[in-house]
């Protein structure tokens, strides 16, 4: 790093500390020319990563976006939103270890969907409907099929509850009843 006085290129380190609350390491600096002294910081770099959305656009990768999205497909799943903010940990850090520094908005649906997929089937699939843009019923019907096949295990405890009424059962209870009266007129 160039002296920011005389620009002569080499200089010698006096002393190196931690700064910003461990984000970055303070160097204070003598130019072997000048002898004056400055600083540098240094800090980890942080790539911008560009989304390829479907149309064609381009545009820079939002955290909050994704976060919001994925906070509407799990409204009223129980699932709490820090678990959902890991979720966006999770796929930012896996686009940041790729080489390339573009990703399709395809592909950083597939990978909520994956995590998704093991937390909770309704957000799987109105997750699913929103980004893959569902025009209609034979789509989630695909969907489901794909969920199905694919072997994973998922916890469908709070959507058994909804399959549980027995219409057999029921069907039996109204009968008993019409027969009832008539029962207790030949008595
Ligand atoms: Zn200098």
Redesign the pocket.
């Given at each position: 790093m160039k002296?920011?006085?005389?620009?002569?290129p080499e200089?010698r380190v006096l002393e190196s500390r931690s700064a910003e609350a461990g984000q970055s390491i303070r160097r204070r600096r003598e130019?072997?020319?000048?002898?004056?002294r400055f600083t540098t910081y240094e800090r980890i770099e942080f790539v911008s990563i560009t989304v390829l959305k479907r149309d064609g656009r381009r545009e820079s990768f939002d955290r909050s976006k994704l976060l919001r999205g994925i906070v509407r497909a799990c409204e009223k799943t129980g699932i709490p939103q820090l678990r959902l903010e890991v979720i966006v940990d999770e796929v930012e850090s896996l686009i940041q270890q790729r080489s390339l520094r573009e990703v399709t908005s395809n592909e950083i649906g597939e990978m909520v969907l994956q995590k998704l997929k093991s937390l909770s089937e309704v957000a799987y699939v109105r997750f699913a409907s929103v980004y893959r843009k569902f025009q209609g019923i034979r789509d989630f019907v695909e969907t489901l099929d794909q969920l199905q096949n694919n072997g994973d295990k998922i916890d469908n405890q709070e959507n058994a509850a909804d399959f549980s009424p027995n219409l057999e059962q029921s069907a039996e209870d109204s009968e008993l009843q019409e027969t009832e009266p008539s029962m207790m007129a030949r008595s």
């Open positions: 002296c920011p006085f005389c620009q002569h200089n130019c072997l020319k000048c002898k004056r």
